[in-house]
């Protein structure tokens, strides 16, 4: 069944996004038709100003409307260390925690070779250019326990130890509130090897 132009581009256009397939996108398509006009006319508004105001950071690579963006030019954070994330949704994840109070810097993705991401497609270079001897103190890997967020840990502190600047990968092991009997071998092997005195 074809619907009229306008509402078959809307769906078309909402596949596109990750994560919505053909029946999620009708739904929202005719989510969005029965909303009042100024509610859908808002929605409109908003993805212009994301895509009008929104660029990266010309520090650290994260995203903002202000050049350098908030964490870059927060007085109080420690600017000794950098945590390296993947994508800016991994940033906030480390600061709701309210644990770390250094500097971040954005890769915009992981060394995945068999899709055709290597090295040069993620944000390293301007990495590479904060690191100061005697300015950073330490690199923080904040990748994803994954295949690729390994590999590009593992190049990262390869590009980092010539430069002398203490390098560390975050913990990753077994969730808090799960039982070990329940773990993997690969969750259980890596939190041996990160495990901590007491």
Excluded: W
């Excluded at 006009?37 to 950071?57: T, W």
């Excluded at 103190?137 to 593992?154: D, F, M, S, Y």
């Amino acid at each position: 069944m074809e619907y009229a132009g306008p509402i078959e581009r809307l769906v078309a256009a909402l596949k596109r996004l990750p994560g919505i397939g053909h029946k999620s996108a009708q739904r929202l398509a005719f989510a969005i038709l029965h909303q009042p006009r100024e509610e859908a006319l808002d929605l409109s508004a908003a993805i212009q100003e994301v895509k009008e105001k929104i660029r990266l950071c010309s520090v650290c690579c994260h995203i903002t409307d202000v050049d350098p963006c908030r964490f870059c030019t927060d007085d109080s954070r420690d600017k000794g260390l950098i945590c390296v994330v993947e994508e800016p949704n991994n940033l906030l994840a480390v600061e709701k925690t309210r644990e770390f109070k250094g500097l971040y810097h954005v890769l915009h993705g992981s060394i995945a070779p068999l899709r055709g991401i290597g090295p040069e497609e993620l944000k390293i270079d301007p990495l590479l250019r904060r690191i100061r001897p005697g300015v950073i103190r330490e690199v923080i890997l904040a990748t994803n326990p994954t295949v690729e967020g390994e590999q590009t840990a593992a190049y990262l502190a390869r590009l980092l130890k010539p430069l002398g600047v203490k390098t560390s990968r975050i913990g990753i092991g077994i969730p808090v509130g799960s039982e070990i009997e329940y773990t993997d071998e690969v969750t259980m092997a890596k939190a041996l090897e990160g495990r901590r005195e007491i």
